[in-house]
């Protein structure tokens, strides 16, 4: 009987060691469908929960084992089943957060088409359904032959399907988005160019500005091809004999593209440094947020919300179908454009689609959440939330950012 409750013993704690948590470095996330993001943040947080959870059962487990080494507790036969469903189960419940996290990434992550997040949702449901109809097998099992049994299965699964399929889609979620920065910076390079353009017109010395730029553009097209090769890796782990191998010629692809990028991206505050000395106003484009504080005039299109937390002595002109919720004395008046314009108030609150508000005065503290465009010129700073973080400075003098969402 010692036997069978040892062999239960060492096949949890085998299972255990397969059971590391499918990781993978992913950015942040930006701007998305709030809905999909709390869904996120819910899933992220089961997850980690589990692995909690699951860590304290290991270790109890590993106590159990120590006891039973010690004592050759032959009658302790109920006492080391009892331990392993429970470690067995919790390790099921931990493979099946993992992949409801992968879950939620796919869906939250824009880089993707609908067809490819629907393909991955869909295998990942499958191998969820598979391990939570293994929960019940696990409760009814009463014999540890029959446990030890289950557990080998579970590990089978898990090793050779379950966490491949799940490296090779996280793979793939990595990889897509960066290509979908490499194809954004690729519109960056196409708006700096014709602004580098604009300033030879004007006479300006830009050998420096184009050598910069021939960098940016270059790092660029490496990134996106190593992003490349990195996803092709990751699409043919399902199919290999060595995906472990494949993950990691992947993974390597991918720390290629990330390093080009930052090189690439480092050309561009280089570049932006150097052009805000053309008196030129700081111009924004994007998907997510944008804030800022200052004096002087601000131009926003957007299809979205803007909030007006506090202007002094200034005016708001706004499309007329815009809905506006203005806040403090002042005066509303209708323009012979019939757009609308608000003076003297404390705060405002504006909502349309494809509206514009242009806002003049000092202490202007503003947010513009959706799809926009802005022009800020005067005094003051700026932060861009899309899928990557812009932050600067608008002045009297001028600066130049392009941040573009999706």
Not at 55 to 69: I, P, R
Request: negative net charge.
């Amino acid at each position: 009987m010692s036997v069978k409750i040892g062999a239960l013993l060492v096949m949890a704690l085998v299972l255990t060691s397969t059971m590391g948590t499918v990781g993978f470095a992913s950015a942040e996330l930006q701007g998305k469908n709030q809905e999909l993001i709390e869904k996120y943040k819910n899933a992220k947080q089961l997850y980690q929960n589990a692995i909690t959870t699951y860590q304290q059962v290991k270790y109890d487990f590993g106590v159990a084992l120590k006891v039973w080494k010690a004592t050759l507790a032959e009658n302790d036969l109920e006492t080391a089943l009892n331990l392993g469903k429970l470690l067995l189960g919790k390790a099921d419940n931990l493979m099946i957060r993992c992949l409801e996290f992968v879950e939620a990434r796919v869906e939250i992550t824009a880089a993707l088409t609908e067809n490819e997040k629907s393909e991955m949702l869909s295998e990942l449901d499958a191998h969820i359904s598979w391990l939570q109809a293994k929960q019940p097998e696990i409760e009814a099992v009463d014999d540890v032959d029959g446990l030890i049994s289950l557990g080998r299965e579970i590990q089978a699964q898990w090793r050779d399907n379950i966490r491949v399929d799940a490296k090779s889609i996280l793979g793939e979620v990595v990889s897509a988005a960066l290509e979908l920065v490499s194809t954004r910076a690729e519109t960056i390079a196409g708006t700096i160019e014709a602004k580098i353009e604009n300033l030879e017109n004007q006479g300006m010395d830009t050998t420096h500005l184009r050598e910069l730029f021939d960098d940016y553009d270059s790092k660029i097209s490496s990134a996106k091809e190593k992003s490349e090769q990195a996803r092709e890796k990751f699409s043919q782990m399902g199919t290999s004999e060595n995906p472990d191998e494949l993950f990691s010629e992947g993974v390597a692809l991918v720390k290629d593209s990330i390093w080009y990028l930052r090189i690439a991206y480092t050309r561009l505050r280089e570049m932006v440094a150097e052009v805000r000395s053309s008196g030129n106003e700081v111009e924004l484009t994007g998907t997510g947020a944008l804030i800022a504080n200052g004096t002087g005039h601000a131009d926003i299109t957007v299809t979205g919300t803007v909030e007006v937390r506090a202007i002094i002595g200034g005016t708001m002109i706004v499309s007329s179908d815009a809905v506006v919720k203005a806040v403090g004395q002042g005066t509303k008046t209708t323009l012979p454009d019939n757009r609308v314009q608000y003076e003297g108030f404390g705060s405002a609150i504006v909502v349309g689609t494809n509206i514009t508000v242009e806002i003049q005065g000092s202490g202007i503290d503003l947010m513009v959440a959706g799809e926009w465009t802005a022009t800020l010129s005067g005094v003051g700073s700026y932060r861009v939330y899309t899928d990557e973080c812009t932050e600067g400075e608008w002045t009297e003098e001028g600066a130049f950012v392009v941040s573009v969402g999706e």
